[in-house]
């Protein structure tokens, strides 16, 4: 490959790194606000009550009533909330849910970077004795 060409993708690569590097700082620097989180994601149920003659038996449902979603051993479980709890409990659960898409983000950069560090390695890398 030839030099200039060869330089052309490491500055491409560059490029590539530091606005991934920039964005994952800021991601980090997100997750560092220390405030408290409540295990599980926000969730709005809607029900039927069960009486015949009620307008939930012809599709309009009660609610929205607050729960979370919680992951618990693998499986997905929805816990009701009491209302006196919501504010606090929905405020915490935004929080959580926030950090979990930003960790989802941050691991999927780290992958990138590491894809992109991998290429250059091989791009810069010979055999010696040439094969
Ligand atoms: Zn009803």
């Given at each position: 490959m030839a030099?200039?060409?060869?330089?052309?993708i490491?500055?491409?690569?560059?490029?590539?790194?530091?606005?991934?590097?920039?964005?994952?700082?800021?991601?980090?620097?997100?997750?560092?606000?220390?405030?408290?989180?409540?295990?599980?994601?926000?969730?709005?149920?809607?029900r039927k009550c069960g009486k015949n003659n009620c307008k939930c038996a012809q599709g309009q449902l009660h609610g929205p009533y607050p729960a979370l979603s919680v992951n618990k051993d693998g499986r997905q479980k929805t816990v009701m909330v009491r209302k006196k709890d919501s504010p606090t409990v929905l405020l915490k659960s935004i929080r959580y849910k926030h950090f979990q898409q930003t960790l989802s983000r941050i691991r999927k950069i780290n992958k990138e970077i590491d894809i992109i560090l991998s290429d250059i390695k091989s791009a810069s890398t010979t055999m010696y004795p040439k094969e």
């Open positions: 030099t200039s060409t060869k330089n052309r490491i500055q491409d690569f560059e490029k590539q790194l530091s606005s991934l590097n920039e964005e994952r700082t800021k991601s980090i620097f997100q997750l560092l606000h220390g405030k408290p989180m409540i295990h599980g994601l926000p969730l709005e149920v809607f």
